[in-house]
């Protein structure tokens, strides 16, 4: 896809931050400046409510403990034409401040060595969980802080439907898509797909990936190495079987080619639509556009072949970022900002401003009592032994960049599964000569 050019941002949030020698005794000498004066920041985040509003929130509590520094929120599109915008303007060195991207293979795309700030030997990464450090890491660098708490990638679910169907939450596929055939004969959709937002449409394979891990345990490992691929493992193909296998059933939304996932949101909570294959960010936007209808509304894993190997997918955060380009003063109150982030005032700003949806990887940073029932219902993977598996985007540095539009074809019924995990495979090759990977 052609790089698009940089979008004006939509709004901005303007938040002042005051950083003095007295807010900055407790950081290393030289690390931060001399904080004298105003310093503005520029922050970029893709534009749903999931970044938008807890980079508000984050912006505005920073402001009010230090507010002589402005912190100016900019947003971007999601998905590729998104990865296009952060990647052009690095490679342009117009990039903001301070940006927010994934954390995974996705970051390893944009040659963190070569174009971040490496954050190691900062006191305040002392407040991160280790397992988030290999997310945002690259050589002997770490680059990232993290912003959100952990996901899980399932099925929110219609909990009402359920009821009035008298259905059980499945643990197989089988189970799944019986459950699909009796919601369909009553009436409701039986799965809600939301592809003009093109990410939305990869749940069915990534989501999969515990499912893949259970049945071939050493495929991340193989498929790093190109030993084995979406299209060679019957185990990896089987998230594309299942994506085409939904739509050639007739169990899809009404208008999914041209809905927004803001769109599957509110025929899920209307009971029109029964099962919404998402990450569970989104459950905030939930939150916010359907606040009575929350409790209506449920989440369980992706089911796969065998229910005693149920698990959950699970992606961690999204991390905030300094580029390369950000100097001076500038790069001082940068990051006196993440510090600010990766702390429980940090943890504290994101929860009074969007609903949690996942365990933060913050130290310190204890979820509320009054969670979405949505996000109440992932917590028993994390408890349970073997219950989670990191997706793959964090096991292995190759995803390649097209997948969101392939899934679109086969979840269409464009193109059929086969051709779709042949024709990713052939993306991924790209990546992973790119970053240079032995076997490739």
């Not at 896809?1 to 004006?8: D, V």
């Not at 990647?87 to 994934?102: A, C, E, I, P």
């Not at 990232?144 to 219609?158: E, R, S």
């Amino acid at each position: 896809m052609k790089a698009l050019p940089p979008r004006r941002p939509r709004w901005t949030v303007v938040a002042a931050v005051l950083v003095t020698a007295l807010a900055l005794a407790s950081c290393s000498p030289g690390d931060l400046g001399s904080g004298d004066g105003k310093v503005s920041l520029t922050f970029l985040v893709d534009n749903s409510d999931a970044s938008v509003r807890p980079a508000e929130g984050l912006a505005k509590a920073f402001g009010e403990k230090y507010p002589d520094v402005q912190v100016e929120v900019e947003v971007r599109p999601q998905g590729g034409e998104g990865d296009n915008v952060v990647k052009t303007r690095l490679s342009t060195g117009d990039m903001t401040d301070v940006f927010l991207y994934n954390s995974g293979s996705l970051l390893q795309a944009l040659k963190p060595a070569e174009t971040l700030v490496s954050l190691k030997g900062e006191g305040f990464l002392a407040n991160v969980q280790d397992t988030f450090f290999p997310t945002v890491s690259a050589g002997d660098g770490v680059f990232g802080v993290p912003i959100g708490g952990a996901m899980g990638g399932g099925v929110l679910y219609n909990r009402a439907v359920y009821s009035r169907l008298g259905l059980q939450v499945p643990r197989t596929w089988a189970e799944f898509m019986a459950n699909n055939a009796k919601i369909k004969a009553a009436g409701v959709a039986p799965v809600v797909q939301t592809y003009q937002d093109t990410w939305t449409s990869q749940m069915f394979v990534l989501a999969d990936y515990h499912n893949v891990a259970a049945a071939e345990p050493r495929f991340a490992d193989d498929y790093t190495a190109n030993r084995t691929s979406y299209a060679r493992s019957p185990a990896a193909l089987k998230g594309f079987q299942r994506l085409q296998e939904v739509h050639d059933a007739g169990y899809l939304s009404p208008d999914f080619a041209s809905a927004k996932y803001e769109d599957g949101l509110r025929l899920l909570a209307a009971g029109q639509g029964a099962h919404f294959p998402i990450l569970t960010f989104v459950v905030g936007t939930l939150v916010a556009n359907h606040p009575d209808k929350v409790d209506d509304i449920g989440f369980f894993a992706l089911p796969g072949d065998d229910a005693a190997k149920n698990g959950l997918t699970v992606w961690t955060p999204s991390g905030i970022y300094i580029p390369k380009t950000t100097g001076g003063e500038k790069l001082a109150a940068a990051k006196r900002f993440l510090a600010f982030v990766a702390s429980p005032e940090g943890c504290a700003a994101q929860t009074k401003a969007y609903a949690p949806t996942g365990p933060y990887v913050v130290k310190d940073c204890p979820l509320p009592d009054d969670l979405p029932r949505a996000v109440k219902d992932m917590l028993p993977y994390f408890a349970a032994a073997g219950g989670t598996t990191p997706a793959l985007e964090f096991v292995s540095p190759v995803k390649g960049p097209a997948l969101e539009q392939i899934t679109v074809e086969v979840g269409s019924g464009i193109r059929s599964a086969a051709d779709g995990a042949a024709l990713y495979d052939r993306d991924v090759e790209k990546q992973a000569k790119q970053l240079g990977l032995p076997g490739w």
